[in-house]
């Protein structure tokens, strides 16, 4: 069987430095908010190029805490999008605030900025702009109508780790960014943990104490804060594998130009390249009339195959409550797209077998 996931196999391909990374956390006995995060924390923001990072626990605690520090909360709205983990979301609706979705592009699934300004409000304060999949949304034109209304940016970077736009990494370009190190990610911890990036240094500062029940000495809130912290192990683990990520970046970029070449022919629809200029594929989503039939011939053949993803957000039962305008190219989108296997460790063989089954699939209809 081909997984379309495998995060063990990322454990292996760099089992030396985690292990090493492991053992010295070990034998420290700091355990959490040591020496470990608060390197990696200044590694990845240099990485992304951001001054700040504030390691959390996860990156739905990342989004909830970087509305929060922005002081979004009952009565507010923000704008996202439906198509995403519904992470996005769940993040906004924990800080009271009350989601707003637009419309997606049909051919990148990303956020379609030009829908934008219908959907503000005077309550709006913040735009969450996903960069699903690997790819970055058109920030300059979501970034012009934010400005435009002062309205905060929190981009959710929790599948894009080290995509550009427009030469600059994604995760830099608005107030805050988020991200996710959910082991199956570009980045992935062995556990769950994520980030929050700023250029602001008092937005930084409210995030550190919001992390850790607000203190801002300990033992004393000086506000209702949260208890949401990267832990040592994460953070050495994530230190050891961020040096590789632009390597295991490019090696899913080649596999999805051999799937790209490969499947050309049989017409599915591979990933479409947008106005971000760069993909790090973290999902590889391609789009299929008869997305069922092939997902059942994938299964059958050894193949994983996994919807990313099946139910729009505003159709689930917990958010149906919401009042939404037609999101008719995101309801479409979720009746055709499926993820095929995509991870830096597929070996060419297994990419071949991917191929060959898809076209056959599509024949066998």
């Given at each position: 069987?081909?997984?379309?996931?495998?995060?063990?196999?990322?454990y292996?391909a760099?089992?030396?430095?985690?292990?090493?990374?492991?053992?010295?956390?070990?034998?420290?006995?700091?355990y959490?908010?040591?020496?470990?995060?608060?390197?990696?924390?200044?590694?990845f923001?240099?990485y992304?190029?951001?001054g700040?990072?504030?390691?959390?626990?996860?990156?739905?605690?990342?989004?909830?805490?970087?509305?929060?520090?922005c002081g979004?909360?009952?009565?507010?709205?923000?704008i996202?999008?439906?198509?995403?983990?519904?992470?996005?979301?769940?993040a906004?609706?924990?800080?009271?605030?009350?989601?707003?979705?637009?419309?997606?592009?049909?051919?990148?699934?990303?956020?379609?900025t030009?829908?934008?300004?219908?959907?503000?409000?005077?309550?709006?304060r913040a735009?969450?702009?996903v960069?699903?999949?690997?790819?970055?949304v058109?920030?300059?034109?979501?970034?012009?109508?934010?400005h435009?209304h002062?309205?905060?940016?929190?981009?959710d970077?929790?599948?894009?780790?080290?995509?550009?736009?427009?030469?600059?990494?994604?995760?830099?370009?608005?107030?805050l960014?988020c991200?996710?190190?959910?082991?199956?990610?570009?980045?992935?911890?062995?556990?769950d943990?994520?980030i929050?990036?700023?250029?602001?240094?008092?937005?930084?500062?409210?995030l550190?104490?919001?992390?850790?029940?607000?203190?801002?000495?300990?033992?004393?809130?000086?506000?209702?804060g949260?208890?949401?912290?990267?832990?040592?192990?994460?953070?050495a683990?994530?230190?050891?594998?961020?040096?590789?990520?632009?390597?295991?970046?490019a090696?899913?970029?080649?596999i999805?130009?051999?799937y790209?070449?490969?499947?050309?022919?049989?017409?599915?629809?591979?990933?479409?390249l947008?106005?971000?200029e760069d993909?790090?594929?973290?999902?590889?989503?391609?789009?299929?009339e008869?997305?069922?039939?092939?997902?059942?011939?994938?299964?059958?053949?050894?193949?994983g195959?996994?919807?990313?993803?099946?139910?729009?957000?505003?159709l689930?039962?917990?958010?149906?409550?919401l009042?939404?305008?037609?999101?008719?190219?995101?309801?479409?989108?979720?009746?055709?797209?499926?993820?095929?296997?995509?991870?830096p460790?597929?070996?060419?063989?297994?990419?071949?077998t991917?191929?060959e089954?898809a076209?056959?699939?599509?024949?066998?209809?």
């Amino acid at each position: 069987m081909i997984l379309y996931s495998n995060p063990k196999a990322q454990y292996e391909a760099h089992r030396q430095e985690i292990d090493a990374a492991i053992a010295e956390v070990l034998n420290s006995g700091w355990y959490i908010l040591g020496s470990k995060v608060k390197r990696f924390e200044e590694e990845f923001a240099a990485y992304i190029g951001a001054g700040y990072g504030v390691g959390v626990a996860s990156g739905t605690d990342a989004l909830t805490l970087a509305l929060a520090v922005c002081g979004v909360g009952p009565g507010d709205e923000v704008i996202t999008v439906s198509h995403t983990a519904v992470a996005t979301v769940a993040a906004i609706a924990l800080t009271g605030a009350t989601p707003v979705f637009v419309d997606i592009e049909p051919d990148t699934f990303l956020m379609d900025t030009s829908r934008l300004e219908s959907a503000i409000t005077t309550a709006t304060r913040a735009i969450v702009p996903v960069h699903l999949y690997g790819q970055a949304v058109d920030m300059e034109g979501l970034l012009q109508v934010a400005h435009s209304h002062n309205l905060r940016v929190v981009e959710d970077c929790a599948q894009a780790h080290g995509a550009m736009y427009k030469g600059r990494r994604v995760g830099s370009l608005g107030d805050l960014s988020c991200f996710s190190f959910y082991p199956t990610k570009n980045l992935g911890a062995i556990g769950d943990g994520g980030i929050v990036l700023t250029n602001d240094a008092e937005l930084s500062a409210r995030l550190r104490h919001a992390r850790e029940y607000g203190w801002a000495e300990r033992y004393v809130s000086h506000f209702r804060g949260w208890n949401s912290r990267l832990d040592e192990l994460q953070a050495a683990i994530l230190s050891a594998k961020l040096k590789f990520l632009d390597e295991d970046n490019a090696k899913r970029k080649r596999i999805a130009a051999l799937y790209a070449e490969g499947l050309f022919a049989c017409g599915l629809q591979c990933p479409v390249l947008g106005k971000g200029e760069d993909h790090v594929f973290h999902l590889h989503v391609i789009k299929s009339e008869q997305r069922d039939h092939l997902l059942d011939f994938l299964k059958q053949n050894g193949v994983g195959s996994a919807i990313h993803y099946p139910v729009p957000v505003h159709l689930q039962p917990a958010y149906r409550e919401l009042s939404f305008t037609p999101l008719p190219v995101t309801e479409q989108t979720a009746l055709k797209i499926c993820s095929l296997p995509m991870y830096p460790e597929l070996t060419d063989e297994q990419i071949s077998t991917v191929i060959e089954t898809a076209n056959r699939a599509v024949k066998a209809r």
